[in-house]
Nanobody
Framework: HVQLVESGGGSVGAEGSLRLTCVGS????????MGWFRQAPGKERERIAT???????DYAPSVKGRFTITGETAKKVLYLQMDSLKPSDTAMYFC?????????????????WGQGTQVTVS
């Protein structure tokens, strides 16, 4: 079965940095679209960044210039380097994969999700 495991979350002060890692297994779809999402208490889950099977990336305006998504979707490994963190970045961060063509931005278009890793910025 498909499994996504995130790691690297934690607590940092404002302007600090964190690097998240996502490792997928059981995914047979070749070169899938993978992405990072986050959800703060009382708010909807939102896309942070995605990477398609060609390595093309796309970012939400709120994190562009501060966060960097890297990885190899063929190996089902994804990273999120987060710099210049703000208290508003505090949320549970999730890795997700889409087992179909295309690389959309809505959470509902991603079928497989990890358990999440908490990021707290004070």
């Amino acid at each position: 079965h498909v499994q996504l495991v995130e790691s690297g979350g934690g607590s940092v002060g404002a302007e600090g940095s964190l690097r998240l890692t996502c490792v997928g297994s059981g995914i047979t779809y070749r070169d899938p679209c993978m992405g990072w999402f986050r959800q703060a208490p009382g708010k909807e889950r939102e896309r942070i960044a995605t990477m398609d099977g060609y390595g093309r990336t796309d970012y939400a305006p709120s994190v562009k210039g501060r966060f960097t998504i890297t990885g190899e979707t063929a190996k089902k490994v994804l990273y999120l380097q987060m710099d210049s963190l703000k208290p508003s970045d505090t949320a549970m961060y999730f890795c997700a994969v889409r087992l179909n063509s295309g690389c959309p931005i809505l959470p509902r278009d991603f079928s497989e999700w990890g358990q999440g890793t908490q990021v707290t910025v004070s």
